[in-house]
């Protein structure tokens, strides 16, 4: 009998068993065996409850019971009638057939719905129908308690890791609470349909988010709702996932939050749940609008600074109706103020020029300070041109008067230079260009003057122009000339050096001053190429020159700040062959003024290279004893509008100061604009060891280098 299986609701632990694993592998018997076979083989094997029976090709047809079987035996004559008879007489014929893979736990539910478990004797196990091996009630019970066992095992297994996952549970949850609870982004979580708090962290408490229960049956799509009103932002709707409020603390102050609003949908996927992360951004947007003003604005005296003059000249110039004037305004006397008083002073100077700026203009005019002593305005609704000039008057007067520095009276004042949008200057570019020249040209007029653009000044302009197109062929050599003037050592009575003076022969306007063209070429940011030029022309006509006579060159600030410039005049000296020790550098006092670190070092890498230092013009605008001490110059050339002042007992007494500055130093010093015997006369009395001027010789093209000392024999006659 082959029994058909129920499906039961057995739990799926992995030690379930099948009919393989409990399965007797008794060797079988064929139907034909005769009963004697089969009672030889219980009697060798008296653990054996049954043998099964198969055919010829291994299937099973019957089992032969053990009890069953000596029972029939132990009838009167039953060995007689039954030792040489087939056993199939004494089989049961439809024995209980299961597969080998069916599990034991299905086997047992299917036979109890049958006969109770102790009226089982054996039964066949079967694999693909044929005969496999042989059961019992007893190899069932076993199976059943191990089964069993393994079962109860697993389940407390299974209960120590929920155990134990519960704790992780538990920990974990206490640590992410710990987190939340204690960071300083604000978490709120609502229950959408109640509209009741489930998280609401101390930073949330903190931030003043609402905690009352008025949120049941919201909108889906509406905002989470806090504590204030929104933050007047631009930004606000361009950026809807981010959404800044104003909003005020349990300390009432107000504070600027960043919120960020998410739904989560339970498991049934119905948004269930409003999840609010705010942070605090108020830090943030206090140092954004500090840095903001850093960058549009002066910190010295709160006007706006250049880049943003540059921004509202920009936003002015896209309405050619609304016509306005720049004013570029520059202090006068300022590097005075600032080396008599100090930083400290010069800077209480631009406070106080900023303050009178300010309340000479209107509230829709514009004020800015460009740096150091430049400032410009933006005069808006502007009149007729007369009005605009009665503007400027009364602002240069307002800036003329006497200011209180650390003090005491101090007297500064402004020049001007105006130019107007859209009559005069179509774009911003050229309006700053106009006002630039304007201002030029107010103060080529003298202190305290203003000028507005006019076509005079277009006509400047465009000579500039053509100036600076002209300078770019000079720079290659176009034009120019170096002309020479002797420096006499007075005691030698003998050309010492003579001083390299750059000419500019213009092919159609004759010969430009020195003045414009060096100025034209540092603002061009030509002066580096020019002054390589005019550097190798110099000392390829000293090495025509006796030996112990050295050639001076002029340098400009601009130079001195090329890093380069040593490397330049090391280059120069190996190609033309000139020793560096007959090279003299010439500077003003002005180099030293800024970046002093800096160009310390390249003046001493030019003396590594055996050149000497001079500085020219000593004791006009800037002089500081101090430049003295800080570098070890070879030379100093006293300026020619001392000696123009001799006999003066002022000037004189300036000039012997100087002189015992030097003999400690061990300087030579020079004297500029000896133009007459008497002058020479003077300064050579002082003790003073070199003269240069028209009296001892004009520039010229051509150094005539040991022709003058005989001529100058007459001079000290």
Not at 221 to 231: C, I, N
Not at 525 to 541: F, K, M, N, T
Not at 550 to 571: A, D, G, H, T, Y
Request: aromatic share 8%.
């Amino acid at each position: 009998m082959t029994l058909r299986l129920l499906e039961v609701d057995v739990p799926a632990y992995s030690n379930q068993r099948q009919m393989r694993d409990i399965a007797c592998r008794v060797e079988p018997v064929r139907a034909t065996e005769a009963g004697s076979h089969v009672l030889s083989i219980f009697q060798d094997n008296a653990e054996l409850a049954g043998i099964p029976v198969v055919d010829e090709c291994n299937r099973p047809i019957g089992i032969v019971q053990r009890r069953d079987f000596f029972l029939r035996l132990g009838q009167r004559f039953g060995y007689e009638v039954y030792a040489n008879r087939p056993i199939s007489l004494l089989m049961e014929c439809e024995p209980i057939q299961v597969d080998v893979h069916e599990k034991v736990s299905d086997f047992v539910a299917t036979i109890l719905n049958i006969r109770s478990l102790n009226q089982i004797n054996e039964f066949i196990i079967t694999e693909c129908g044929q005969y496999y091996g042989l059961g019992s009630a007893l190899s069932l019970t076993r199976s059943l308690h191990a089964q069993a066992m393994d079962t109860i095992n697993e389940l407390n297994k299974i209960a120590g890791e929920l155990r134990q996952a519960n704790k992780t549970i538990m920990r974990d949850k206490s640590f992410i609470s710990g987190i939340v609870d204690n960071i300083p982004t604000a978490i709120q979580v609502r229950d959408i349909k109640t509209g009741d708090i489930i998280v609401h962290n101390k930073a949330a408490e903190e931030y003043g988010l609402q905690t009352a229960a008025s949120y049941a049956g919201m909108l889906l799509d509406a905002p989470l709702q806090l504590d204030g009103e929104l933050a007047e932002d631009p930004f606000l709707y361009q950026q809807p996932e981010a959404v800044e409020e104003t909003l005020v603390d349990r300390e009432g102050r107000a504070r600027v939050v960043s919120r960020h609003d998410l739904l989560i949908a339970d498991d049934d996927g119905n948004m269930r749940w409003k999840l609010c992360v705010a942070d605090d951004i108020t830090e943030y947007r206090d140092a954004q609008r500090r840095i903001e003003r850093l960058a549009h604005y002066d910190s010295l005296t709160g006007l706006p600074n250049r880049y943003y003059l540059g921004i509202r000249l920009g936003e002015l110039s896209q309405d050619l109706s609304n016509p306005f004037v720049l004013l570029y305004i520059d202090l006068d006397y300022f590097k005075s103020i600032n080396d008599m008083y100090g930083h400290s002073g010069g800077d209480e100077l631009l406070i106080a020029a900023a303050n009178r700026l300010k309340a000479c203009c209107r509230e829709e005019d514009f004020v800015a300070r460009l740096g150091g002593d430049e400032f410009a305005v933006i005069w808006q609704h502007c009149g007729p041109l007369d009005e605009i000039e009665s503007r400027l008057e009364e602002l240069v007067a307002s800036l003329g008067r006497p200011y209180i520095i650390q003090g005491a009276e101090a007297k500064s004042g402004a020049s001007i230079g105006a130019a107007g949008f859209p009559l005069q200057a179509g774009d911003v570019t050229t309006l700053l260009q106009y006002a630039d020249m304007a201002l030029y040209r107010a103060k080529a007029l003298g202190r305290c003057q203003h000028k507005l653009f006019d076509t005079d000044l277009s006509y400047e302009i465009l000579e500039r122009a053509e100036l600076v197109a002209a300078l770019h062929r000079l720079v290659e050599g176009d034009g120019l000339l170096l002309h020479y003037q002797p420096i006499y050592g007075i005691h030698a009575r003998k050309v010492q050096s003579y001083e390299a003076l750059a000419r500019w022969n213009h092919p159609e306007r004759g010969m430009i001053p020195p003045d414009v063209f060096i100025r034209l070429a540092e603002e061009t940011g030509l002066i580096h190429q020019l002054g390589e030029r005019i550097l190798h022309l110099a000392c390829s006509e000293a090495l025509n020159w006796p030996a112990h006579i050295n050639v001076s060159v002029n340098v400009s600030p601009l130079q001195l700040k090329n890093r380069k410039f040593p490397e330049i005049v090391k280059n120069v000296l190996e190609k033309t062959g000139l020793n560096g020790a007959r090279l003299e550098v010439e500077i003003t006092e002005s180099v030293l003024m800024d970046e002093y670190e800096h160009k310390n070092v390249i003046l001493n890498e030019l003396k590594a290279l055996g050149c000497k230092i001079s500085m020219d013009d000593f004791g006009t605008g800037y002089s500081s004893l101090s430049y003295l001490w800080k570098f070890s110059f070879d030379k100093i050339k006293i300026d020619r509008s001392f000696i123009q002042a001799l006999p003066d007992p002022t000037a004189k007494e300036i000039i012997q100061a100087i002189l015992g500055i030097a003999s400690i130093r061990a300087m030579t010093v020079t004297v500029e604009g000896v133009e007459t015997a008497a002058q020479l006369q003077m300064v050579s009395n002082m003790g003073c060891s070199e003269a240069q001027g028209y009296y001892l010789g004009r520039p010229q093209q051509q150094a005539i280098a040991g022709t003058r000392d005989t001529e100058t024999a007459l001079v000290w006659e």
